[in-house]
């Protein structure tokens, strides 16, 4: 019985170490670190470099020739059918799904039967000079002159202004501090002309506005749009002097749509009506050339103005108000007839499901529709994308699935005040809050032939370091060496550290609602000029007739290299993104980041150390915030580097933590004025659109702040400001903290 006893109990305890080891077998098996193609690892290695070299600089060559032949205004037939085309063959590059999303918006159209030009007009009334009706269209498209809108200013208002004019340089406050202060000349009633470039032409109309003016008219200097010793077009990439840019006027502030501002313009979208549109502006605009421009400036009379005010023309560039004795009686008139008008357009959203987590979205966007051909921009952009789109295609069809969902957009009437892109944001809010890692921006792809420029948050640096120093540099005599070696011999960070320079997002272009409103991680990538040689404003051609094909092809980028590589950098981000186990974000260098702009907006403040003292200004709780930060930031990154990577929920959280770490930095209540910019840390310049400013609620409550005629409600507005930014940023620590 004893032996029969012992055989039982030796029995039931191998069999309970049996099931013990198979059911620790399952365990491990199910929580084991996936090996498949979306893992970290050789796999996911092999896949990087597969999409990366599937991209050929031939096919981004073909995508954009196919795109750039006829003109594709946003609201224009030609614009929608280009929309099907790319979501036909969208489809037949592999994507799981690919949509046409409409939205019914405000757009504005010169009228064909009244045309928009300026005139120079005698005591009687009678026009003695009318600037030009178009520019001269290039050769090998004069078959298309009916489709290509003539140089006007979109969202300008109807008027017949007539006045003395006045030349304010490049139409910044500054500029009209300047006229105010030290020139004593006041613009009220008169109508003012200013040259483009340094700030966002919107933001010039706002100024004049603001200033009194009745009208602006806005041209294109030589020595703003010629480079030195460059032909213009078609035998060089200069701007030729009968060429103009087009382009919005609008102050939008990221509302979207002007008659559906915060909500998507869906056919039952309430509307307000046209007068009270958000961001239209109330006085007449339009742009000339500079053929045109000697004309209207020649005769100026008034004060010889100082030297930076001066041009490349030759004319005086005296100020005004008005013409020289022999010219006195002489005025100029405005006639602008432009229409606005609600119109439909189309964006086109293709998507990748994710394999492991198809909530988690990483977008690649990029506008579609042109002022005319779209040769730079933006269709340099949409080629790329559009060969993102065939180099995935190619993977999914060897069996690669990204781990997160991957979606494209080619959005619809960007060039309108970032129309599309916004709409789609409002749209689909709630989910992006809740979903989206990354947005990667895909305008245009060139802007010069010297280096790459990136613009995106801090903690996208690190991971595009990383994906450059992958590529090869696109130059000639440069092989062998890294895009990342090539970029940092070119622009050097010198002032901040040993690595290629990478720049604040400003606005312009379709990050902004998903950035600045939303606070989804965002960065942007093209190749550029030398900044330190090439003064001249954006590329020549800008918004220009002259932004063809064979621009492109002759001059930017004959072999497609440059585009290639920008193809790859902006690729490589989305893949990253989508791929990796573990997030490729970076807390540290948002840290860093903070430390720098809280010195730099304190120094700012630091100018009028009088007043400081009087009113009790101190950044000592910004500073307590910004180290806060650092320290989570730092101990964050320590619990990553013993992070259970075979336990998906502790890499979910962590995961969640990263993403959401942008939309900490989001203030519901909005900037002062702009409730549509929600960023405490970046948001677009109040006096200049394009320029990304650190702070921007302290930034604008000291700008021009010694003239203010309330010195203590103006410092306590500044130390208001300086609360809510350090509010943030310590509420920004407290998300990267351990969960309870």
């Known amino acids: 019985m004893k032996n029969e006893r012992r055989i039982i109990h030796w029995i039931c305890g191998l069999v309970v170490v049996l099931a013990l080891f198979f059911f620790g077998f399952i365990i491990g098996w199910f929580s084991r670190p996936t090996q498949s193609s979306f893992a970290d690892g050789s796999e996911s290695s092999k896949y990087l470099r597969e999409f990366i070299d599937e991209m050929k600089p031939e096919k981004i060559r073909e995508h954009l020739r196919k795109f750039t032949r006829l003109p594709h205004l946003a609201g224009t037939e030609q614009n929608r059918r280009y929309a099907e085309q790319i979501k036909d063959e969208w489809l037949e590059f592999g994507l799981d799904s690919v949509e046409m999303v409409p939205y019914d918006v405000l757009l504005s159209y010169p009228n064909k039967s009244h045309p928009n030009y300026i005139s120079i007009v005698d005591g009687l009334g009678n026009e003695i000079f009318s600037t030009s009706l178009a520019e001269p269209v290039p050769e090998g498209y004069e078959h298309v002159l009916d489709d290509i809108v003539p140089p006007y200013s979109s969202f300008s208002p109807k008027g017949q202004p007539e006045g003395e004019l006045v030349y304010v340089n490049y139409g910044r406050t500054e500029d009209f501090f300047q006229l105010q202060r030290e020139m004593g000349i006041n613009v009220t009633g008169k109508i003012v002309i200013v040259r483009y470039g340094k700030?966002?032409?919107?933001?010039?109309?706002?100024?004049?506005?603001?200033?009194?003016?009745?009208?602006?008219?806005?041209?294109?200097?030589?020595?703003?749009?010629?480079?030195?010793?460059?032909?213009?077009?078609?035998?060089?990439?200069?701007?030729?002097?009968?060429?103009?840019?087009?382009?919005?006027?609008?102050?939008?502030?990221?509302?979207?749509?002007?008659?559906?501002?915060?909500?998507?313009?869906?056919?039952?979208?309430?509307?307000?009506?046209?007068?009270?549109?958000?961001?239209?502006?109330?006085?007449?605009?339009?742009?000339?050339?500079?053929?045109?421009?000697?004309?209207?400036?020649?005769?100026?009379?008034?004060?010889?103005?100082?030297?930076?005010?001066?041009?490349?023309?030759?004319?005086?560039?005296?100020?005004?108000?008005?013409?020289?004795?022999?010219?006195?009686?002489?005025?100029?008139?405005?006639?602008?007839?432009?229409?606005?008008?609600?119109?439909?357009?189309?964006?086109?959203?293709?998507?990748?499901?994710?394999?492991?987590?198809?909530?988690?979205?990483?977008?690649?966007?990029?506008?579609?529709?042109?002022?005319?051909?779209?040769?730079?921009?933006?269709?340099?952009?949409?080629?790329?994308?559009?060969?993102?789109?065939?180099?995935?295609?190619?993977?999914?069809?060897?069996?690669?699935?990204?781990?997160?969902?991957?979606?494209?957009?080619?959005?619809?009437?960007?060039?309108?005040?970032?129309?599309?892109s916004t709409e789609w944001a409002e749209d689909n809010s709630k989910v992006l809050q809740e979903r989206a890692v990354a947005y990667i921006n895909a305008d245009s792809a060139i802007e010069g032939m010297y280096t790459l420029r990136v613009d995106c948050t801090p903690s996208l640096h690190t991971l595009v370091y990383d994906i450059t120093k992958q590529i090869n540099s696109p130059e000639e005599g440069e092989e062998g060496l890294s895009l990342y070696e090539s970029w940092h011999k070119r622009d050097n960070w010198t002032s901040d550290r040993d690595a290629p320079r990478i720049s604040k997002l400003g606005s312009g272009s379709d990050f902004e609602a998903y950035f600045i409103r939303l606070g989804i991680a965002a960065g942007r990538a093209r190749y550029t000029k030398n900044k330190k040689t090439e003064r001249y404003s954006s590329y020549p051609v800008y918004h220009s007739v002259y932004e063809t094909f064979e621009i492109v092809e002759k001059f930017y980028d004959p072999s497609f290299k440059r585009l290639l590589a920008v193809a790859q950098v902006r690729g490589g981000l989305v893949f990253h993104l989508a791929n990796s186990q573990l997030l490729p974000l970076d807390a540290n260098q948002y840290a860093d980041s903070l430390r720098k702009y809280a010195n730099s907006i304190t120094q700012l403040a630091q100018q009028h150390p009088e007043e400081m003292n009087m009113y009790k200004v101190s950044f000592d709780a910004l500073f307590s915030a910004v180290k806060n930060f650092t320290v989570a930031a730092w101990d964050f990154h320590e619990r990553l580097q013993t992070l259970n990577r075979a336990d998906p929920l502790q890499v979910r959280i962590m995961n969640d933590q990263l993403m959401y770490l942008e939309r900490a930095f989001i203030d519901p209540l909005g900037l002062p004025g702009r409730p549509f910019y929600r960023h405490v840390i970046f948001a677009p310049s109040s006096h200049n659109k394009y320029a990304g400013e650190s702070f921007p609620g302290i930034y604008d409550a000291l700008f021009d702040i010694e003239n203010s005629a309330d010195p203590q409600m103006a410092w306590s507005e500044v130390k208001r400001q300086i609360s809510i930014a350090a509010f943030t940023v310590h509420a920004a620590a407290m998300t990267l903290t351990p969960p309870a």
């Open 199 to 420: 700030i966002f032409r919107g933001n010039k109309v706002k100024n004049a506005m603001l200033a009194g003016a009745q009208g602006i008219i806005m041209f294109s200097d030589p020595a703003d749009y010629c480079a030195p010793g460059v032909q213009p077009y078609p035998d060089g990439w200069n701007l030729p002097g009968g060429g103009a840019q087009r382009g919005n006027v609008l102050n939008l502030n990221g509302a979207g749509d002007p008659l559906t501002p915060g909500y998507p313009a869906k056919e039952y979208t309430y509307r307000f009506n046209l007068e009270d549109g958000v961001g239209l502006p109330k006085i007449p605009v339009h742009p000339i050339g500079y053929h045109d421009a000697i004309h209207l400036l020649k005769n100026m009379g008034g004060q010889i103005p100082p030297n930076n005010w001066k041009g490349a023309l030759n004319v005086s560039y005296r100020i005004g108000p008005g013409f020289l004795d022999d010219f006195r009686s002489q005025k100029v008139r405005m006639n602008i007839h432009t229409d606005n008008q609600v119109t439909r357009i189309y964006n086109v959203i293709g998507k990748i499901r994710g394999a492991l987590e198809p909530d988690r979205y990483v977008i690649l966007g990029g506008h579609r529709d042109a002022w005319v051909f779209g040769g730079i921009d933006p269709m340099s952009g949409a080629a790329v994308v559009h060969e993102s789109v065939r180099s995935a295609g190619r993977l999914l069809s060897k069996g690669w699935r990204p781990r997160r969902t991957i979606i494209f957009a080619s959005w619809d009437a960007e060039e309108f005040g970032l129309q599309g």
